[in-house]
Each structure stands twice: as structure tokens, then as C-alpha cells.
């Protein structure tokens, strides 16, 4: 258990859906982060929250949105999304938004239909 | 761009051999640099990490790495590997100065044989 918790797990959506994915960490850690795990492909880093406030946007288009309500809760908003977009969503934090390691959550698995 | 290399995509290997992942980074200052490991249908968890200091750091479960500057490498190595060991290994690299991003390979499956 790494203290960062994601649900659902699993979520198939059609593209005109709008789902949630949520993520939630118990290890007091300030910052917060956003992943996309694709089949051969290097993590790429989406969001970042540090104190609740996103500092980092990595030219992720608009059909994904973020929202971090507190340091301990980050959420992805998903509407309209395409086939592409099926891939393992990664939540992570850390402490402060440091050189430190981060903690990562499970992932959500997305398919899109 | 930071990037990061990780030259063999799939290792194959019985149990009691020795291994060796590359990982390679693209970066001239200072950085620090992580090994995580992913086994199979668990979370990302580190594996170990080099902020500073002795060259050649040990981690978790009998694994080393050593960081090469002049080579920029990362190289993850562990002298006799178990079934257990059957997983995803990614190579990260952070630089200290600028944006502060974690930079991911692409990973390397490692296959164990009994």
C-alpha cells in the first residue's frame, strides 16, 4: 500500500461520456501529479498541482481537466474523449513539488469505445 | 530536451543470472536519478535513487545502480535475479535547476525464467 489510492480501477467509456477519475494520497504530500502510461511509450507527465495550484499544464488538450479541491484529493474530468486516449492513468505525489521521489497510485485503467 | 534512454526494451533471462539495464540521459547538469519498478498488476514503486554522494547506490531487494557522469548513465544491475524479479523497470531523471520535471524511459520488461 503506497498511501495513493485511484478509483475505479478499471472504466470504459464511450467518447461522448464524461466521467471522473480520482485519486487520493494519505502522506501529507503538498504536491500532486498527473500521468499517462501508453503501451511502449515513456510515462508522460500531464498535470501538476503544488499547494493546490496547477503549475504545470504539458500541452494536454482541453477534453482532459484537473482539479485538486485540497492537497489530498486530485481529480481528472474526462469528456468527449477519443480511442487514443485508452491508456493507464497515473496519479502520484510528493513531497512539496521537490527533486524527491515520487508515490504513485495504482492507476485507472481507460478504455475509450 | 531532457530525455531518457532505455536501450533494452525486453530482457529475457533465467534465474541466477546476473543482470544489467541501461538507462542513459540526455541532461549536462545536475540530476537526480531514480530506478522504479512496476511488477506485474502492482503500482510504480521505487526501486532506489541517487541524489548525491557514492556513485554506487543499493536499493531494494538486492538491486544496485551506479551513475557514471562523464557516460551519463544510470545503469541498473543486480548479480543474481530471482523469478520474483518479473517485471517493468523504469529508468527517471529530474534536473535540479529549471522545471523540475520527472522524465521517464520508456522501461524495460524483464522476464525471468524458472
Known amino acids: 500500500e503506497t498511501g495513493v489510492t485511484q478509483t475505479p480501477r478499471h472504466l470504459v467509456m464511450g467518447m461522448t461520456n464524461k466521467k471522473s477519475l480520482k485519486c487520493e494520497q494519505h502522506l501529507g504530500h503538498n504536491a500532486m501529479y498527473w500521468y499517462k502510461q501508453s503501451a511502449k511509450k515513456p510515462l508522460e507527465l500531464m498535470f501538476v498541482?503544488?499547494?493546490?495550484?496547477?503549475?504545470e499544464n504539458n500541452s494536454v488538450p482541453s477534453r482532459f481537466s484537473p482539479e485538486c479541491p485540497n492537497s489530498s484529493h486530485l481529480f481528472l474530468h474526462l469528456h468527449t474523449l477519443q480511442p487514443e486516449d485508452s491508456a493507464l492513468y497515473l496519479c502520484?505525489?510528493?513531497?512539496?513539488?521537490?527533486?524527491?521521489?515520487?508515490?504513485f497510485g495504482p492507476g485507472t485503467r481507460l478504455t475509450v469505445l | 530536451a531532457q530525455s531518457v534512454s532505455q536501450h533494452n526494451h525486453h530482457v529475457i533471462l533465467s534465474e541466477a543470472a546476473s543482470l544489467e539495464l541501461g538507462c542513459n540521459y540526455s541532461?549536462?547538469?545536475?540530476?537526480?536519478l531514480f530506478w522504479y519498478v512496476q511488477y506485474p498488476g502492482q503500482h510504480l514503486q521505487l526501486l532506489l535513487k541517487?541524489?548525491?554522494?557514492?556513485?554506487l547506490v543499493k536499493g531494494i531487494k538486492g538491486f544496485e545502480a551506479e551513475f557514471i557522469k562523464s557516460k551519463f548513465s544510470f545503469n541498473l544491475r543486480k548479480p543474481s535475479v530471482q523469478w520474483s524479479d518479473t517485471a517493468e523497470y523504469f529508468c527517471?531523471?529530474?534536473?535540479?535547476?529549471?522545471?523540475?520535471?520527472?522524465?521517464f524511459g520508456q522501461g524495460t520488461r524483464l522476464t525471468i525464467n524458472p
Open positions: 527517471a531523471v529530474i534536473i535540479i535547476q529549471g522545471a523540475q520535471k520527472l522524465v
Open positions: 498541482y503544488s499547494l493546490e495550484e496547477r503549475v
Open positions: 502520484a505525489s510528493s513531497l512539496e513539488r521537490s527533486y524527491n521521489e515520487q508515490f
Open positions: 541517487y541524489f548525491s554522494g557514492d556513485p
Open positions: 541532461y549536462g547538469g545536475t540530476v537526480n
